[in-house]
């Protein structure tokens, strides 16, 4: 599926990186396979939450990095050394790279991991420099004086 995105560009500046975000979305979504399973929730206007379903992974199993506006979640699970044997097998222990691609000045904060779900909260810090900023505008003022009203008697004077 391609997107044509031209049209939002003839009032937007700055947005060219957009088209190829999309781009590059869509190819990962194609390219990664549904595991682990995850949730990404908006907390309020400028924290996130990104939630991974990964029973069977422990701490020691997961490896979190973040580089140039991307997110790396990786696991690693160690092939048992029980000697069980499974009818059935549907707890997925297989090793995992999962990729999210974050917005300019999205940090992450921190990371938690709670009864099989790992919880990665974000952050959008917008530096001081990019926030909106009033702008005075400059030039010459003029002013119109106004001649005063003659009373009565001045304009007998005047006469």
Known sequence: ????????????IGFDRM?????????????????PPYNIEAVDENNYRITLALA??????????????LLFVKGKKEADQTD???IYRGIATRSFERRFQLADHVKVKSAQMDNGLLHIQLER??????????IEISGSKKVIEQKPELVEEDKKDVA
């Open 125 to 134: 810090e917008i530096p001081e420099a990019m926030k909106p900023r009033k």
């Open 56 to 69: 069977g992974f422990g701490i020691d199993d997961l490896d979190i990095t973040s580089e140039s506006n």
């Open 1 to 12: 599926m391609t997107f044509d995105l031209s049209p939002l560009f003839r009032s937007s």
């Open 84 to 86: 069980a044997k499974f």
């Open 19 to 35: 088209a190829k975000l999309v781009d590059q979305a869509s190819r990962l979504d194609q390219a990664q396979n549904s595991y």
